[in-house]
């Protein structure tokens, strides 16, 4: 049986989209990432002071979760040629895929067990996951986690999802 487990995530059409909204209280960097070209432009040999100094300090509550040794791979992919080509497409298919995604979730939605596990984003997985899912559907809050859940608690999110994957074989 196949499943789905959405963690610290959302999708367009259903919200993500008004992080871009600066105007109220969206975050700055969605649109630099979208826009083509201006990545590259403003961020390419800043890997480190961006990602470093600003957006893994910035979306973590553990400080210590993210290492030097991960913002150096990080640094390293991004730093490749066309190293911020995945999160600019990312952005900008957040920005423009969202009537496609509503129509595919109203004709469909998803029907297999779904798992939404948040973290610093709060509830927005779930909410997300509740206007999607047409099936069983299970919420699970970290707390005390940030955005990078994997990154910072992963025996948390380990433990979290461990029941629903056991719970599916039974399902």
């Known amino acids: 049986m196949c499943s789905l487990t959405a963690v610290e995530m959302g999708l367009p059409g259903f919200g993500m ?8 209280g969206g975050t ?24 470093g100094g600003w957006l893994f300090p910035g979306m973590t509550a553990d400080a210590d979760a993210v290492t030097t040794v991960d913002i150096d791979e990080f640094v390293r992919t991004y730093s ?9 497409g990312l952005y900008r298919s957040m920005l423009s895929e ?4 509503v ?5 469909r939605g998803l029907t297999m067990p779904v798992l939404a596990v948040g ?15 047409r099936g069983r559907l299970e919420e699970v809050q970290l707390e005390g986690v940030g955005h990078y859940v994997a990154m910072e608690t992963p025996e948390m999110l380990a433990d979290a999802i461990r029941p629903f994957v056991a719970s599916i074989s039974n399902f």
Do not use: N
């Not at 969202?98 to 995604?101: K, L, Q, V």
């Open 17 to 24: 989209e008004a992080l871009a909204d600066v105007t109220h």
């Open 28 to 51: 700055w960097y969605i649109g630099v990432l979208a826009a083509p070209g201006v990545p590259e432009m403003l961020l390419a040999g800043r890997e480190h002071e961006f990602l």
């Open 80 to 88: 490749r040629p066309g190293g911020w080509r995945g999160p600019s």
């Open 98 to 101: 969202g009537p496609e995604i």
């Open 103 to 107: 129509a595919l979730a109203a004709a």
């Open 119 to 133: 973290g610093g984003g709060g509830a927005f997985t779930a909410q997300t996951m509740r206007q999607v899912t």
